[in-house]
């Protein structure tokens, strides 16, 4: 939960074109502390499960290969804030990637929804998740068919998508 104490033991990202996923990359990964019991009675992910897991510095570079110069996610900062430290304690790199954030699109375009956690979006946007939502595959498909459906909801409500940017 804190990126200056936890690790990150799980990476999920989706490369999507035109709206369709067209590679996956996900991975497990060996953090060098016991998982709290809180984080695996949430995540469903044990100690046994990583136990075998590269180390973060192992999946490294083609982590960052594989994300390229773009990242969109939910509460993108508390994502950033681990790779970006991850990034700077395994190969001394910093994270220089742009990054659009659903959690502030959502809070823009739905100010009526009274918490924009990803599980609330979710609801909202009738997206039926087919696992664990605290598993980062499954975060990371919901993640992506949330702003799929935002940007609809965008183009749809307003003449020219800028005009939602300049709200």
């Not at 995540?43 to 960052?64: C, K, Q, R, W």
């Not at 509460?75 to 395994?90: G, H, P, Q, R, T």
């Amino acid at each position: 939960l804190s990126s200056d104490r936890d690790e990150i033991i799980e990476v999920s990202a989706l490369k999507v074109h035109c709206g369709k996923i067209i590679d996956r990359y996900e991975t497990l990964i060996h953090p060098f502390q016991e998982i709290p019991s809180f984080i695996s009675d949430l995540t469903g992910i044990t100690n046994d499960m990583v136990l075998n897991a590269p180390y973060f510095s192992d999946i490294l570079s083609e982590l960052i290969d594989f994300i390229g110069s773009l990242y969109i996610g939910h509460n993108v900062n508390f994502d950033i804030n681990f790779l970006y430290d991850s990034l700077m304690n395994a190969a001394g790199v910093p994270l220089m990637n742009d990054y659009i954030d659903t959690l502030r699109i959502s809070r823009k375009l739905y100010p009526n929804m009274q918490h924009h956690k990803l599980i609330n979006l979710i609801e909202y946007l009738d997206i039926v998740p087919d696992g664990n939502l605290h598993r980062a595959s499954q975060d990371t498909y919901c993640t992506l068919q949330c702003f799929l459906k935002m940007q609809e909801d965008v183009s749809n409500r307003f003449k020219n998508p800028s005009d939602f940017f300049a709200l």
